[in-house]
């Protein structure tokens, strides 16, 4: 009896996985809250991507609240969604870039081209900060309190219905 019953068992932990890998599937990416709500920005020290001479650190970060966008120039959704990043730049909603796994020269031709929305912009080039966040591609912003704890994340590109749904009514928590 017992040798029937072992020979079942992967059967069932493959039902197991299935269910559990399915469950996964239901999920919204965009709706799935990041491990460091509540955390600060991850420790960092990288180059600024306009002046490879002058590091950006936390202690860098804008003493108000901001957006942390992760973009690159490769990136479909990003080039989607940098119109809209250049509208809330000109409302002065600061925004600080991560360039993500870029070339710079790319970068530096997107920004000159599209335009500079970043008051800011980290060299992301090798991933290592998006990785301390957690980043599960790009586009995706964070909304970062004055204290520099990240307060919300949105993952994919965003626009203004989502911004004014979404990420507007959180900012604005922070700035009053």
Known sequence: MKKKAILFLPL??????CIF??????QDPKKIASALIGKPVPEFFQADLLDINHIINNK???????????????CYYCMQEHPFLMELSAQH????????????QGALEMLTRKGNPFIMNIDDSRGELAM?????????TYLVDENGVIRYRYSGA???????????????????
């Open 12 to 17: 069932i932990l493959l039902l197991g996985i």
């Open 21 to 26: 890998l399915s469950m996964g599937l239901k």
């Open 60 to 74: 860098s970060l804008p003493k108000q609240p901001f957006l942390l966008n992760v973009w690159g120039s490769w």
């Open 93 to 104: 909603i600061p925004i600080v870039g991560i360039n993500y796994r870029d070339q710079k």
């Open 132 to 140: 301390k966040l957690g980043v599960d591609g790009a586009p995706e």
């Open 158 to 176: 965003f626009n203004k219905k989502i911004w004014e749904q979404e990420i507007q009514p959180e900012f604005n928590k922070l700035i009053q």
